[in-house]
Nanobody, 126 residues
């Protein structure tokens, strides 16, 4: 069951940028920890970036540090993922997710996230 709505994916050339949006507005409070995971066929879903909505702490994997930025959206319970300097290795289906746990506990663990988006495809060509 899709409970969050993520959008903004597309096809870009290496070096380009995209901004993903996660819409959790149907929830009064989607959860403490929100973020983005990504998955390519045949591989496990991996955490990419996250933000703790209580503490403001952000989390990211090393490969996207300095390139991807997660931030609150312009409307209540929305989230942005600004992705710059995209490379071919960033190609994946990206999923927004929310957890009722703090990021210090939930971050990095797919099973800790109870709300998910339907996914938005990001394709980067060389």
């Amino acid at each position: 069951q899709v409970e969050l709505v993520d959008s903004g994916g597309g096809s870009v050339q290496a070096g380009g940028s995209l901004r993903l949006t996660c819409d959790a507005s149907r929830f009064t409070y989607p959860g403490h920890c929100m973020g983005w995971f990504r998955q390519v066929p045949g591989k496990a879903r991996e955490a990419v970036v996250g933000i703790d909505r209580v503490t403001g702490s952000t989390y990211s994997i090393d490969s996207v540090k300095g390139r991807f930025t997660i931030s609150p959206g312009d409307t209540k319970n929305t989230l942005y993922l600004q992705m710059n300097s995209l490379n071919v290795e960033d190609t994946a289906m990206y999923y927004c997710a929310a957890s009722n746990r703090y990021c210090s506990d939930a971050w990095g663990r797919v099973s800790a996230f109870n709300l998910w988006g339907q996914g938005t495809q990001v394709t980067v060509s060389s």
